[in-house]
């Protein structure tokens, strides 16, 4: 089993910058990929970024390419969303997730989740 727990999230005014945080323990896999989703209020939860166990292959959601950075620190089982220029749009949780094998963007190919971190952007 992987657990996986998020923190960072919180209230940030438009414009500003927050950075999430995905720690993951137990079973470790060296292939796969993690990425982080979220889900607003009555909508379905949706891709935001993923990256490759090596770093190599990182891919992310149309609507936060150019504003949103994924990364991470194989080290320290740790992986990372650098969020700036936010928007009211982007208020939503937000989770980690991981598979241990393939990369891509569906959410039904990840195996393991996270809690969720509220993020809210005030306009």
């Known amino acids: 089993q992987v657990q996986l727990v998020e923190s960072g999230g919180g209230l940030v005014q438009a414009g500003g910058s927050l950075r999430l945080s995905c720690a993951a323990s137990g079973r470790t896999f060296s292939s796969g990929a993690m990425g982080w989703f979220r889900q607003a209020p009555g909508k379905e939860r949706e891709f935001v970024a993923a990256i490759s166990w090596s770093g190599a292959a990182i891919y992310y959601g149309d609507s936060v390419k150019g504003r949103f950075t994924i990364s991470r620190d194989n080290a320290k089982n740790t992986v990372y969303l650098q969020m700036n220029s936010l928007k009211p749009e982007d208020t939503a949780v937000y989770y980690c997730?991981?598979?241990?094998?393939?990369?891509?963007?569906?959410?039904?190919?990840?195996?393991?989740w996270g809690q969720g971190t509220q993020v809210t952007v005030s306009s």
């Open positions: 997730a991981a598979r241990p094998y393939g990369f891509g963007a569906r959410l039904d190919e990840y195996d393991y």
